[in-house]
């Protein structure tokens, strides 16, 4: 160490990189430093005048001791530390304490020691199985800027100016907690968070004023299955934010429906609405699921809601897919009152016929919330509808995914062949029920999300069955797979995944829906 004459200070004054010394760490919260980009930042410190010098190895203590020699000041007690470091340790007992130890630890794993499994004849072993993933909604999602930056060349939308460097929004990402094995991650801390996440979701609606910004933040990673009605009814716009208006504004609104049956449902066996009516009885037999819409009590309830929603519309009218838009308002306010695991299987036959009454009101006046937003946007884009989505949805993948957009080019493969159906049905053909309410509990969050963000997600759609798409080689067995996608058994978490793929396209493409405008 130092000399007692030659006493430095304690702490070493220069710039040079000491073992432990504390260095800018960049990774999840920081991109990957660049100098180009952060020379502001390197010319704003001060630099001390340096000598290059070249690394040498530090081969003996003596040479350690004298580079950082003025890291610390000398004390008394130094000179005993030094002198214990520089006591020769026996190298049997040395290896003896380590045998002791790794035998230590073999006995309480049950597995044999590093002697005997020398001694024994090597045997192959079995791989390992991949610990399986936690269930729920944990897995690592890539931000927006770190799918931008980390593989350009993967796609045309890496090399396209991201609008802005961010990732998913509030909750919409849930990091692994500190655990080396993720499969180890017990069920009752999945419900402790689920419950922690439940109480955010209370609190925000048991509140005077309703904050719906913050409420969309927290619904985009989905919806508590406890509160997603009262959620659904608020973000649709359905019901005020005020507490104390709820009430009032829920007897008024079904008072209001009522007199629309009494008024209109009459008519639907006159010569002028004979045809409307006649379509709507045809429809609703076809749609999914079946074992709730066969059910008398459902079919009943929607003739009503779409009967009385074609009268009052008569610049659209009833147009098929609409009867298709009932299903998931209806299913998620009925869930309310039964204890039905499966949205697939709700039987109806137990609930009361005024709580029945309720729902169908409910559900109507939320179903005019979603189609009036989306006839909006049609209305402002030139009158053309879905065939205007369908047209940006083709222009968004010759940019997102070239590969795919010659392929289907190639076999003369049209969007609206096959894009059409996930346009007027917002995807509810191609995932089952329980996907597609997970999937509006994101769209019911975010600005225009049943019309704009929706094409991100059709786009998502044909990103993530690319490789089943260049596969088929035939026109006939192409159309027939993107008209049957297999989403049979998707879950909540292969939604998750979807949206986080159409949320890094929207910031990639943000000026997409606004292309066509004239």
């Given at each position: 160490m130092a000399s007692d004459g030659a006493r430095k200070q304690f702490w070493k004054r220069s710039n040079s990189k000491l073992p432990g010394s504390i260095q800018h760490v960049y990774g999840a919260q920081h991109p990957p430093f660049d100098p180009l980009l952060h020379g502001t930042l390197l010319k704003s410190t001060a630099k001390m005048p340096t000598t290059p010098v070249k690394a040498k190895r530090v081969s003996t203590f003596q040479e350690f001791e004298s580079n950082t020699s003025d890291a610390w000041d000398a004390g008394e007690d130094d000179d005993e530390?030094?002198?214990?470091?520089?006591?020769?340790?026996?190298?049997?007992?040395?290896?003896?304490?380590?045998?002791?130890?790794?035998?230590?630890?073999?006995?309480?794993?049950?597995?044999p020691t590093l002697q005997e499994e020398l001694g024994l004849q090597q045997k192959p072993r079995p791989e390992a199985e991949p610990p399986s993933p936690p269930s729920g909604d944990l897995r690592l999602v890539k931000s927006v800027s770190e799918s931008h930056t980390s593989c350009p060349a993967e796609s045309a939308s890496d090399a396209a100016p991201l609008q802005r460097?961010?990732?998913?929004?509030?909750?919409?990402?849930?990091?692994?907690?500190?655990?080396?094995?993720?499969?180890?991650?017990?069920?009752?801390?999945?419900?402790?968070?689920?419950?922690?996440?439940?109480?955010?979701?209370?609190?925000?609606?048991?509140?005077?004023?309703?904050?719906?910004?913050?409420?969309?933040?927290?619904?985009?990673?989905?919806?508590?299955?406890?509160?997603?009605?009262?959620?659904w009814k608020l973000l649709s716009g359905y019901l005020p934010a005020n507490v104390d208006r709820r009430p009032a504004t829920l007897q008024r609104k079904q008072k209001e429906y009522f007199a629309f049956i009494e008024h209109y449902y009459d008519s639907r066996n006159d010569e002028v609405h004979q045809d409307t009516y006649r379509q709507i009885h045809i429809d609703i037999p076809r749609m999914n699921p079946e074992a709730l819409i066969l059910q008398p009590k459902v079919t009943e309830i929607f003739e009503r809601i779409l009967f009385i929603w074609a009268i009052r519309h008569p610049a659209s009218g009833y147009v098929q897919g609409i009867n298709d838009l009932v299903t998931p308002f209806f299913v998620v306010f009925i869930c309310e009152y039964l204890e039905a695991e499966e949205v697939d299987t709700v039987d109806v036959s137990g609930v009361p016929a005024e709580v029945l009454r309720n729902i169908e009101a409910d559900t109507y006046w939320c179903m005019s919330k979603?189609?009036?937003?989306?006839?909006?946007?049609?209305?402002?884009?030139?009158?053309?509808?879905?065939?205007?989505?369908?047209?940006?949805?083709?222009?968004?993948?010759?940019?997102?995914?070239?590969?795919?957009?010659?392929?289907?080019?190639?076999?003369?493969?049209r969007y609206l062949q096959?894009?059409?159906?996930?346009?007027?049905?917002?995807?509810?053909?191609?995932?089952?029920?329980?996907?597609?309410?997970?999937?509006?509990?994101?769209?019911?969050?975010?600005?225009?999300?049943?019309s704009?963000?929706?094409?991100?997600?059709?786009?998502?759609?044909?990103?993530?069955?690319?490789?089943?798409?260049?596969?088929?080689?035939?026109?006939?067995?192409?159309l027939l797979f993107l008209q049957n996608l297999p989403t049979a058994h998707w879950d909540d978490e292969e939604i998750s995944l979807l949206l986080a793929e159409a949320y890094r396209l929207k910031f990639a493409f943000a000026d997409a829906p606004n292309h066509y405008k004239k």
């Open positions: 530390l030094l002198a214990m470091a520089a006591e020769s340790l026996n190298s049997e007992v040395v290896m003896e304490t380590a045998n002791r130890v790794l035998r230590n630890h073999s006995q309480r794993q049950g597995r460097s961010q990732s998913l929004p509030h909750s919409a990402t849930v990091t692994l907690v500190g655990t080396s094995d993720p499969s180890t991650l017990s069920s009752s801390a999945l419900s402790e968070r689920e419950a922690s996440r439940l109480d955010k979701f209370k609190q925000l609606l048991a509140g005077p004023n309703t904050d719906l910004e913050e409420l969309r933040k927290l619904s985009w990673s989905g919806i508590p299955k406890p509160v997603r009605p009262m959620t979603l189609l009036d937003g989306i006839q909006t946007e049609s209305r402002s884009v030139a009158q053309v509808g879905v065939q205007w989505y369908v047209l940006v949805l083709e222009e968004m993948v010759s940019r997102v995914q070239e590969q795919v957009h010659r392929h289907l080019d190639q076999h003369e493969v096959f894009a059409f159906r996930w346009m007027n049905n917002l995807l509810m053909r191609e995932v089952p029920l329980r996907c597609t309410i997970r999937l509006w509990d994101t769209y019911q969050s975010e600005p225009e999300g049943f704009h963000f929706h094409l991100y997600v059709c786009a998502a759609f044909l990103v993530r069955w690319r490789k089943e798409i260049l596969e088929e080689k035939d026109f006939q067995e192409l």
